[in-house]
């Protein structure tokens, strides 16, 4: 696959997005559009792809817990989506850039005919300097949310889908987590932080276990399907600190930060 060396993918998570509560973190919304701005002007071609959008819609609507009813959280995804949106147009506003929304559903992927217009959007976006920002279609797609028929991932396989269908050379996921540990660090203080991976075998895979925070649906084992998909197509991918999203300043300067999963 032919990549573009200065357009890349960036993937934020819920827990990144959101307090412990659910609400709205807008200082590390803030700081994330800042960067991506930072690095838009500085000539990188910049894709987000955003996660958040049913725990934002809990949160705005007020509701005591996220709903088990699925027309309940397909409602939350719907009001969630509009607040998303709403800040990232005011806050890249802010440092001069435009954004514009896509919202996918595992259909637009199926389907050659819609994938290949999914790629005349991205391009048409890009060319004009617009930063494209993605996220399932949680309001019509059930797969998504039903933790047992996921298609996507919790956005981190989308997330490689979306960076091959950009011809991206980068994916950088931004994580609860500091990336690819040789144990669990949270049952494991000495673990140690796997900064390179060549190839993800058996011995890889089984690093990976459980879910992420208790607002993210995705843990390690997701990441490590989007790794497989997006190295297999040529696409190096990053895992790192959502906390920190100036460690993207450090990837792409070819520094240690994280876990760096290395295109074939």
Known sequence: MNTNEKRIVVKVGTSTLTHDNGSVNIKEIDLLCRILSDLHNSGYEVVLVSSGAISVG???????????????????????????MHLYDKLFGEYGNMVGQILLTEEDIESDYRRNNLKNTFSALIENGIIPIVNENDSVSHHQIESDKKVFGDNDTLSAIVAHLCEASKLIILSDIEGLYDANPKTHPDAKLIHRVEHIDESITCLAEGAGSNRGTGGMATKLEAARYATKLGIDMYVTLGSKPQNIYDILAGKDVGTHFVKS
């Open 58 to 84: 809990v949160s705005k609507m007020r509701l005591p817990e996220r709903p088990k009813e699925m027309r309940m959280k397909q409602a939350a995804a719907s009001v969630g989506q509009c607040e998303l």
